[in-house]
Protein backbone atom coordinates (compact mmCIF):
# COMPACT_ATOMS: atom_id res chain seq x y z
CA UNK A 1 0.00 0.00 0.00
CA UNK A 2 2.94 2.34 0.99
CA UNK A 3 4.50 1.93 -2.61
CA UNK A 4 1.28 2.74 -4.63
CA UNK A 5 0.80 5.98 -2.10
CA UNK A 6 4.21 6.97 -3.21
CA UNK A 7 3.63 5.87 -6.79
CA UNK A 8 0.68 8.20 -6.87
CA UNK A 9 2.33 10.99 -5.25
CA UNK A 10 5.17 10.55 -7.95
CA UNK A 11 2.90 10.78 -10.55
CA UNK A 12 1.17 13.66 -9.00
CA UNK A 13 4.44 15.76 -8.35
CA UNK A 14 5.85 15.19 -11.94
CA UNK A 15 2.27 16.44 -13.25
CA UNK A 16 2.34 19.28 -10.99
CA UNK A 17 6.43 20.60 -11.75
CA UNK A 18 4.80 20.33 -15.28
CA UNK A 19 1.73 22.09 -14.78
CA UNK A 20 4.29 25.10 -13.25
CA UNK A 21 6.71 24.55 -16.14
CA UNK A 22 4.00 25.69 -18.97
CA UNK A 23 1.59 27.83 -16.72
CA UNK A 24 2.71 31.27 -18.07
CA UNK A 25 2.69 30.35 -21.59
CA UNK A 26 -0.78 29.46 -21.47
CA UNK A 27 -2.09 32.51 -19.99
CA UNK A 28 -0.36 34.31 -22.90
CA UNK A 29 -1.29 32.24 -25.45
CA UNK A 30 -5.07 32.49 -24.26
CA UNK A 31 -4.71 36.56 -23.78
CA UNK A 32 -3.56 36.81 -26.63
CA UNK A 33 -6.14 34.59 -28.31
CA UNK A 34 -8.89 36.43 -26.32
CA UNK A 35 -7.60 39.70 -27.86
CA UNK A 36 -7.92 38.86 -31.64
CA UNK A 37 -11.44 37.01 -30.74
CA UNK A 38 -12.31 40.04 -29.04
CA UNK A 39 -12.13 41.85 -32.45
CA UNK A 40 -13.53 39.39 -35.10
CA UNK A 41 -17.31 38.37 -35.47
CA UNK A 42 -17.66 34.56 -36.09
CA UNK A 43 -20.44 35.81 -38.58
CA UNK A 44 -17.88 37.38 -40.68
CA UNK A 45 -15.19 34.41 -40.18
CA UNK A 46 -18.23 32.13 -42.27
CA UNK A 47 -18.29 34.85 -45.09
CA UNK A 48 -14.63 34.77 -45.74
CA UNK A 49 -14.64 30.98 -46.43
CA UNK A 50 -17.20 30.82 -49.29
CA UNK A 51 -14.41 27.88 -51.26
CA UNK A 52 -12.26 25.67 -50.84
CA UNK A 53 -9.70 27.94 -52.72
CA UNK A 54 -6.03 28.92 -51.73
CA UNK A 55 -7.55 32.16 -50.67
CA UNK A 56 -10.07 30.94 -48.66
CA UNK A 57 -7.81 28.51 -47.26
CA UNK A 58 -5.17 30.30 -46.08
CA UNK A 59 -7.47 32.72 -44.43
CA UNK A 60 -9.37 29.72 -42.38
CA UNK A 61 -6.28 28.67 -41.22
CA UNK A 62 -4.60 32.29 -40.37
CA UNK A 63 -8.20 32.96 -38.35
CA UNK A 64 -8.14 28.93 -36.82
CA UNK A 65 -4.99 29.65 -35.11
CA UNK A 66 -5.97 33.08 -33.79
CA UNK A 67 -8.70 31.30 -32.64
CA UNK A 68 -7.36 29.35 -29.92
CA UNK A 69 -10.24 26.30 -29.05
CA UNK A 70 -9.69 22.98 -26.78
CA UNK A 71 -10.60 20.13 -29.40
CA UNK A 72 -14.66 19.71 -28.75
CA UNK A 73 -15.33 23.56 -29.13
CA UNK A 74 -13.17 23.24 -32.38
CA UNK A 75 -15.25 21.07 -34.00
CA UNK A 76 -18.64 22.69 -32.80
CA UNK A 77 -17.76 26.08 -34.32
CA UNK A 78 -16.35 24.27 -37.68
CA UNK A 79 -20.13 22.74 -37.46
CA UNK A 80 -21.66 26.02 -36.72
CA UNK A 81 -19.23 27.95 -39.61
CA UNK A 82 -20.35 25.08 -42.24
CA UNK A 83 -24.23 25.67 -41.32
CA UNK A 84 -23.58 29.35 -41.86
CA UNK A 85 -22.47 28.98 -45.24
CA UNK A 86 -18.71 28.57 -44.76
CA UNK A 87 -17.70 26.08 -47.25
CA UNK A 88 -17.12 22.60 -45.76
CA UNK A 89 -13.49 22.07 -46.62
CA UNK A 90 -12.08 25.60 -45.51
CA UNK A 91 -14.19 24.51 -42.55
CA UNK A 92 -12.15 21.86 -41.74
CA UNK A 93 -9.22 24.11 -42.30
CA UNK A 94 -10.12 26.34 -39.75
CA UNK A 95 -11.04 23.12 -36.99
CA UNK A 96 -7.55 21.99 -37.55
CA UNK A 97 -5.44 25.21 -37.14
CA UNK A 98 -7.53 26.26 -34.24
CA UNK A 99 -6.24 23.13 -32.09
CA UNK A 100 -3.14 22.64 -33.60
CA UNK A 101 -1.29 25.79 -35.30
CA UNK A 102 -2.49 27.81 -31.84
CA UNK A 103 0.29 30.17 -29.84
CA UNK A 104 0.01 28.69 -26.31
CA UNK A 105 0.43 25.12 -28.30
CA UNK A 106 4.00 26.50 -30.17
CA UNK A 107 5.01 27.92 -26.30
CA UNK A 108 4.46 24.91 -24.45
CA UNK A 109 5.71 22.42 -27.27
CA UNK A 110 9.24 24.63 -27.38
CA UNK A 111 9.39 24.39 -23.27
CA UNK A 112 9.09 21.11 -22.80
CA UNK A 113 10.25 19.58 -26.10
CA UNK A 114 12.43 22.01 -27.66
CA UNK A 115 12.26 24.87 -30.44
CA UNK A 116 12.69 22.32 -33.20
CA UNK A 117 9.35 20.92 -32.27
CA UNK A 118 7.44 24.31 -32.36
CA UNK A 119 9.00 24.30 -35.74
CA UNK A 120 7.60 21.03 -37.36
CA UNK A 121 3.86 21.66 -35.68
CA UNK A 122 4.37 25.05 -38.08
CA UNK A 123 5.48 23.52 -41.12
CA UNK A 124 3.81 20.24 -40.98
CA UNK A 125 0.15 21.91 -39.90
CA UNK A 126 -0.09 23.71 -43.02
CA UNK A 127 1.54 20.40 -45.06
CA UNK A 128 -1.94 18.79 -43.26
CA UNK A 129 -4.43 21.35 -44.03
CA UNK A 130 -2.70 21.30 -47.91
CA UNK A 131 -3.02 17.82 -48.33
CA UNK A 132 -7.06 17.36 -46.59
CA UNK A 133 -7.59 20.01 -49.23
CA UNK A 134 -6.23 18.25 -52.38
CA UNK A 135 -8.00 14.90 -50.85
CA UNK A 136 -11.16 16.24 -50.54
CA UNK A 137 -10.88 18.23 -53.97
CA UNK A 138 -10.56 14.38 -55.18
CA UNK A 139 -12.48 12.10 -53.45
CA UNK A 140 -15.06 14.19 -52.02
CA UNK A 141 -18.52 14.11 -53.37
CA UNK A 142 -20.95 16.89 -53.83
CA UNK A 143 -23.76 13.93 -52.06
CA UNK A 144 -21.38 13.20 -49.21
CA UNK A 145 -21.31 17.01 -48.37
CA UNK A 146 -24.80 17.89 -48.89
CA UNK A 147 -26.15 14.94 -46.78
CA UNK A 148 -23.63 15.87 -44.40
CA UNK A 149 -24.88 19.73 -44.19
CA UNK A 150 -28.20 18.27 -43.58
CA UNK A 151 -27.32 16.35 -40.70
CA UNK A 152 -25.21 19.64 -39.64
CA UNK A 153 -28.93 21.20 -39.62
CA UNK A 154 -29.99 19.60 -37.46
CA UNK A 155 -28.22 20.49 -34.81
CA UNK A 156 -28.18 17.17 -32.32
CA UNK A 157 -25.59 17.93 -29.81
CA UNK A 158 -22.32 17.22 -29.31
CA UNK A 159 -20.13 18.97 -26.81
CA UNK A 160 -19.50 22.75 -26.82
CA UNK A 161 -22.08 23.92 -29.09
CA UNK A 162 -22.90 26.68 -26.48
CA UNK A 163 -19.29 27.85 -26.14
CA UNK A 164 -19.47 27.42 -30.53
CA UNK A 165 -22.27 29.72 -30.14
CA UNK A 166 -20.98 32.69 -28.37
CA UNK A 167 -19.97 35.40 -30.04
CA UNK A 168 -17.91 37.71 -27.89
CA UNK A 169 -16.35 39.91 -29.77
CA UNK A 170 -16.92 44.02 -29.85
CA UNK A 171 -17.92 46.47 -32.40
CA UNK A 172 -15.20 46.89 -35.24
CA UNK A 173 -15.46 51.17 -34.96
CA UNK A 174 -12.98 52.71 -33.43
CA UNK A 175 -8.62 52.61 -33.72
CA UNK A 176 -7.73 48.91 -32.49
CA UNK A 177 -6.00 50.56 -29.00
CA UNK A 178 -9.24 52.44 -28.35
CA UNK A 179 -11.90 49.32 -29.34
CA UNK A 180 -9.37 46.87 -26.50
CA UNK A 181 -9.30 49.72 -23.83
CA UNK A 182 -12.65 50.37 -23.46
CA UNK A 183 -14.83 48.74 -20.61
CA UNK A 184 -16.12 46.62 -23.16
CA UNK A 185 -13.18 45.48 -24.94
CA UNK A 186 -11.98 44.75 -21.65
CA UNK A 187 -14.85 43.14 -20.78
CA UNK A 188 -14.67 40.82 -24.41
CA UNK A 189 -11.39 40.20 -23.59
CA UNK A 190 -12.38 38.63 -20.45
CA UNK A 191 -14.89 36.76 -21.51
CA UNK A 192 -12.96 35.35 -24.45
CA UNK A 193 -10.22 34.40 -22.07
CA UNK A 194 -12.18 32.65 -19.38
CA UNK A 195 -14.28 30.58 -21.79
CA UNK A 196 -11.58 29.12 -23.13
CA UNK A 197 -9.82 28.38 -20.22
CA UNK A 198 -13.06 26.03 -19.53
CA UNK A 199 -13.40 24.72 -22.38
CA UNK A 200 -10.08 23.23 -22.39
CA UNK A 201 -8.65 22.64 -18.57
CA UNK A 202 -10.23 19.52 -18.75
CA UNK A 203 -7.76 18.30 -21.45
CA UNK A 204 -4.80 19.77 -20.05
CA UNK A 205 -5.50 18.33 -16.22
CA UNK A 206 -6.33 14.98 -17.98
CA UNK A 207 -2.98 15.14 -20.68
CA UNK A 208 -0.41 16.11 -17.26
CA UNK A 209 -1.84 13.98 -14.86
CA UNK A 210 -1.52 10.92 -17.75
CA UNK A 211 1.73 12.29 -18.66
CA UNK A 212 2.77 12.03 -14.74
CA UNK A 213 1.64 8.67 -14.27
CA UNK A 214 3.34 7.38 -17.78
CA UNK A 215 7.09 9.23 -16.34
CA UNK A 216 6.39 7.87 -13.39
CA UNK A 217 4.99 4.43 -13.85
CA UNK A 218 5.90 2.94 -17.54
CA UNK A 219 9.67 1.68 -17.36
CA UNK A 220 11.73 3.09 -20.58
CA UNK A 221 11.87 -0.07 -21.81
CA UNK A 222 7.90 -0.29 -22.70
CA UNK A 223 8.33 2.68 -25.12
CA UNK A 224 11.55 1.53 -26.65
CA UNK A 225 10.00 -1.63 -27.70
CA UNK A 226 6.85 -0.44 -28.80
CA UNK A 227 8.93 2.71 -30.79
CA UNK A 228 11.82 0.24 -32.17
CA UNK A 229 14.37 2.60 -30.71
CA UNK A 230 17.15 -0.57 -31.94
CA UNK A 231 16.12 -0.09 -35.45
CA UNK A 232 16.50 3.01 -36.39
CA UNK A 233 14.82 2.79 -40.11
CA UNK A 234 11.98 1.21 -38.82
CA UNK A 235 11.78 3.67 -36.26
CA UNK A 236 11.20 6.62 -38.64
CA UNK A 237 9.16 4.50 -40.15
CA UNK A 238 6.61 3.47 -37.79
CA UNK A 239 6.63 6.72 -35.70
CA UNK A 240 3.85 8.73 -37.46
CA UNK A 241 1.92 5.58 -38.00
CA UNK A 242 1.69 4.74 -34.78
CA UNK A 243 1.56 8.08 -32.79
CA UNK A 244 -1.44 8.71 -34.21
CA UNK A 245 -2.97 5.67 -32.60
CA UNK A 246 -1.36 6.49 -29.39
CA UNK A 247 -2.95 10.08 -29.00
CA UNK A 248 -6.29 7.80 -30.17
CA UNK A 249 -6.04 5.41 -27.17
CA UNK A 250 -4.44 8.16 -24.85
CA UNK A 251 -8.07 10.50 -25.10
CA UNK A 252 -6.18 13.42 -24.50
CA UNK A 253 -6.85 16.11 -27.34
CA UNK A 254 -5.73 19.73 -27.76
CA UNK A 255 -2.67 21.26 -25.48
CA UNK A 256 -3.29 18.30 -23.43
CA UNK A 257 -1.49 15.98 -25.21
CA UNK A 258 1.73 17.82 -25.42
CA UNK A 259 2.87 16.22 -21.63
CA UNK A 260 2.54 13.27 -23.09
CA UNK A 261 4.60 13.99 -26.14
CA UNK A 262 7.13 14.73 -24.08
CA UNK A 263 7.13 11.51 -22.50
CA UNK A 264 6.71 9.50 -25.89
CA UNK A 265 9.97 11.43 -27.22
CA UNK A 266 12.39 10.30 -24.26
CA UNK A 267 10.55 6.98 -24.40
CA UNK A 268 11.99 7.11 -27.90
CA UNK A 269 9.24 7.76 -30.73
CA UNK A 270 10.47 9.33 -33.86
CA UNK A 271 10.67 12.88 -34.42
CA UNK A 272 8.10 12.54 -37.11
CA UNK A 273 6.03 10.18 -34.54
CA UNK A 274 5.88 13.23 -32.26
CA UNK A 275 4.30 15.49 -35.19
CA UNK A 276 1.81 12.66 -36.14
CA UNK A 277 0.76 12.58 -32.27
CA UNK A 278 0.33 15.72 -31.81
CA UNK A 279 -2.01 16.34 -34.72
CA UNK A 280 -3.94 13.59 -33.60
CA UNK A 281 -6.23 15.30 -31.07
CA UNK A 282 -8.61 15.55 -34.05
CA UNK A 283 -9.61 11.70 -34.49
CA UNK A 284 -9.64 10.51 -30.59
CA UNK A 285 -12.72 8.30 -30.23
CA UNK A 286 -14.92 11.03 -28.71
CA UNK A 287 -14.70 13.42 -31.37
CA UNK A 288 -15.29 11.02 -33.80
CA UNK A 289 -18.21 10.18 -32.09
CA UNK A 290 -19.58 13.92 -32.33
CA UNK A 291 -18.32 13.86 -35.87
CA UNK A 292 -20.93 10.96 -36.27
CA UNK A 293 -23.83 13.40 -34.37
CA UNK A 294 -22.71 16.52 -36.64
CA UNK A 295 -22.13 14.94 -39.95
CA UNK A 296 -23.64 11.18 -40.30
CA UNK A 297 -21.64 7.59 -40.39
CA UNK A 298 -20.55 7.91 -43.52
CA UNK A 299 -18.68 11.50 -43.54
CA UNK A 300 -17.73 10.55 -40.01
CA UNK A 301 -15.78 8.03 -41.52
CA UNK A 302 -14.24 9.36 -44.51
CA UNK A 303 -12.83 11.89 -41.94
CA UNK A 304 -11.37 9.86 -39.94
CA UNK A 305 -9.82 8.21 -42.38
CA UNK A 306 -8.73 11.17 -44.41
CA UNK A 307 -7.15 12.96 -40.84
CA UNK A 308 -5.09 9.79 -39.71
CA UNK A 309 -3.87 9.52 -43.60
CA UNK A 310 -2.89 13.36 -43.61
CA UNK A 311 -1.46 13.44 -39.90
CA UNK A 312 1.00 10.04 -41.29
CA UNK A 313 2.23 11.79 -43.82
CA UNK A 314 2.67 14.99 -41.83
CA UNK A 315 5.19 13.09 -39.91
CA UNK A 316 6.97 11.79 -42.66
CA UNK A 317 7.37 15.06 -44.33
CA UNK A 318 8.65 16.84 -41.17
CA UNK A 319 10.98 14.02 -40.90
CA UNK A 320 11.98 14.45 -44.41
CA UNK A 321 12.61 17.76 -44.26
CA UNK A 322 13.92 18.46 -41.21
CA UNK A 323 16.72 15.65 -41.21
CA UNK A 324 18.67 16.74 -44.25
CA UNK A 325 18.97 20.58 -42.05
CA UNK A 326 19.97 19.43 -38.89
CA UNK A 327 16.78 19.96 -37.22
CA UNK A 328 16.13 16.79 -35.93
CA UNK A 329 17.17 16.78 -32.05
CA UNK A 330 20.17 14.33 -32.12
CA UNK A 331 21.87 12.47 -28.79
CA UNK A 332 20.06 12.18 -25.23
CA UNK A 333 16.70 12.91 -25.31
CA UNK A 334 15.86 15.18 -22.56
CA UNK A 335 12.28 16.57 -23.40
CA UNK A 336 11.30 18.14 -19.77
CA UNK A 337 9.08 15.41 -18.33
CA UNK A 338 8.74 17.43 -14.55
CA UNK A 339 11.13 15.26 -12.86
CA UNK A 340 13.30 17.67 -11.68
CA UNK A 341 10.96 19.53 -9.42
CA UNK A 342 9.94 22.96 -8.75
CA UNK A 343 12.71 25.83 -8.78
CA UNK A 344 12.91 29.53 -8.77
CA UNK A 345 14.03 30.79 -11.36
CA UNK A 346 12.62 33.24 -14.53
CA UNK A 347 9.99 30.49 -15.17
CA UNK A 348 8.42 31.32 -11.51
CA UNK A 349 8.56 35.16 -11.83
CA UNK A 350 7.00 34.78 -15.31
CA UNK A 351 4.15 32.44 -13.75
CA UNK A 352 3.75 35.32 -10.96
CA UNK A 353 3.01 37.60 -13.34
CA UNK A 354 0.95 36.03 -15.71
CA UNK A 355 -1.09 34.34 -12.86
CA UNK A 356 -1.86 38.16 -11.42
CA UNK A 357 -3.34 39.05 -15.44
CA UNK A 358 -5.34 35.82 -14.92
CA UNK A 359 -6.89 36.89 -12.11
CA UNK A 360 -7.91 40.18 -13.01
CA UNK A 361 -9.49 38.60 -16.72
CA UNK A 362 -11.20 35.95 -13.97
CA UNK A 363 -12.64 38.74 -11.93
CA UNK A 364 -13.90 41.10 -14.57
CA UNK A 365 -15.20 37.93 -15.68
CA UNK A 366 -17.68 37.12 -12.92
CA UNK A 367 -18.18 40.91 -12.33
CA UNK A 368 -19.75 40.83 -16.36
CA UNK A 369 -22.06 38.19 -16.14
CA UNK A 370 -20.19 35.29 -16.89
CA UNK A 371 -21.20 32.80 -14.47
CA UNK A 372 -24.64 32.53 -16.79
CA UNK A 373 -21.91 31.79 -19.77
CA UNK A 374 -20.35 29.45 -18.41
CA UNK A 375 -24.16 27.55 -17.55
CA UNK A 376 -24.71 28.07 -21.20
CA UNK A 377 -21.29 26.35 -22.69
CA UNK A 378 -22.63 23.04 -23.18
CA UNK A 379 -26.44 24.40 -24.73
CA UNK A 380 -28.11 23.45 -27.52
CA UNK A 381 -26.29 26.11 -30.47
CA UNK A 382 -29.01 27.77 -31.66
CA UNK A 383 -30.77 28.37 -28.12
CA UNK A 384 -27.31 30.05 -26.96
CA UNK A 385 -27.15 31.60 -30.15
CA UNK A 386 -30.41 33.54 -29.80
CA UNK A 387 -30.20 34.36 -26.05
CA UNK A 388 -26.46 35.89 -26.82
CA UNK A 389 -27.60 38.02 -29.55
CA UNK A 390 -30.68 38.96 -27.06
CA UNK A 391 -28.04 39.94 -24.04
CA UNK A 392 -26.14 42.00 -26.70
CA UNK A 393 -28.79 43.47 -27.58
CA UNK A 394 -29.98 44.21 -24.36
CA UNK A 395 -26.32 45.63 -23.87
Known amino acids: MNTVGHGLLHALKIAGSMTWQVTWSLILGFTLSAIIESLVRKATIARLLPDDHPRSLLTATGLGAASS ?202 FGGVVSFIFADLIILPIIAIYRKYYGTRMALFLTGTFYLTMVAAGYFVELVFTPLNLVPTGSRHASEGKDGITWNYTSWLNIAFLILAAVLVWRFFTTGGRQMLAMMGGAPDVVGEHHQADESAA
Open 69 to 270: SCSYAAVALARSLFRKGADFTAAMAFQFASTNLVIELGLILGLLLGWQFTAAEFVGGPFMIVLVALIFRRFLSGRLTHEAHEQADKAVAGSMEGHAAMDMSIETTGSFRNRLASRRGVTSVSHNFVMEWAAVLRDIIIGLLIAGAAAAWIPDSFWQHLFFTDHPLAAKIWGPIIGPLVAVAAFVCSIGNVPLAAVLWNGGIS
